[in-house]
């Protein structure tokens, strides 16, 4: 039997104004790009998408009128699955399960995760723009094919100045 052909998404989140090209590298080979809010400046949107086709929602700090086109949620329909976009998971206004969802992509909170909880997978890939605190800067990449989802968090390595 043949195996599925891998549908790549690449995942980032709060980049707040910085779009490095460390993670630009990261990111390249992805089939599609979500942006899971905090973006800071168009420009970081268009650059994405040079990668791949881009799906963004507005975080709580894109408040400039470039922004305000953004929906603050967005479910898609990704190689087969459904994936939920929401900036902080605490403003989830819905039950992922119940809506056939199988991944959730968030952010805000600059610490990146993962985790199955019945049968859906909650990631945030962390931040990618100006560091915050201690934490480290990560994006995410999704792996699917057919039914079968892998996600890894990826550090972005900045080299000495």
Same mark, same amino acid.
Do not use: C
């Given at each position: 039997?043949?195996?599925?052909?891998?549908?790549? =998404? $690449?995942? /980032?989140?709060?980049?707040? $104004?910085?779009? &490095?090209?460390?993670? #630009?590298?990261?990111?390249? +080979?992805?089939?599609?790009? =979500?942006? @899971? $809010?905090? /973006?800071?400046?168009?420009? =970081?949107?268009?650059?994405?998408?040079?990668? !791949?086709? %881009?799906?963004?929602? &507005?975080?709580?700090?894109?408040?400039?009128?470039? @922004? !305000?086109?953004?929906?603050?949620?967005?479910?898609?329909?990704?190689?087969?699955?459904?994936?939920? %976009?929401?900036?902080?998971?605490?403003?989830?206004?819905?039950?992922?399960?119940?809506?056939? /969802?199988? @991944?959730?992509?968030?952010?805000?909170?600059? &610490?990146?995760? #993962?985790?199955?909880?019945? +049968? %859906?997978?909650?990631?945030?890939? $962390?931040? @990618? +723009?100006? &560091?915050?605190?201690?934490?480290?800067?990560?994006?995410?990449?999704?792996?699917?094919? +057919?039914?079968?989802?892998?996600?890894?968090?990826?550090? /972005?390595?900045?080299?000495?100045?």
């Amino acid at each position: 039997m043949k195996k599925p052909q891998t549908f790549t =998404i $690449g995942l /980032i989140s709060d980049t707040h $104004g910085l779009l &490095r090209d460390e993670a #630009m590298t990261l990111l390249a +080979g992805s089939h599609r790009i =979500i942006h @899971a $809010g905090d /973006i800071g400046d168009a420009a =970081i949107l268009e650059r994405l998408s040079r990668i !791949a086709p %881009v799906d963004a929602i &507005r975080g709580n700090n894109d408040i400039a009128p470039w @922004a !305000a086109q953004l929906h603050e949620t967005l479910t898609l329909q990704v190689a087969g699955i459904k994936v939920h %976009v929401v900036h902080s998971l605490a403003d989830m206004a819905l039950d992922p399960g119940s809506q056939g /969802i199988r @991944a959730v992509v968030a952010g805000h909170s600059h &610490r990146p995760s #993962m985790e199955t909880r019945d +049968g %859906v997978i909650y990631i945030n890939p $962390g931040s @990618a +723009g100006p &560091r915050r605190f201690k934490l480290p800067l990560t994006v995410a990449k999704m792996h699917i094919a +057919g039914e079968d989802i892998e996600t890894v968090i990826l550090p /972005i390595e900045i080299a000495p100045r």
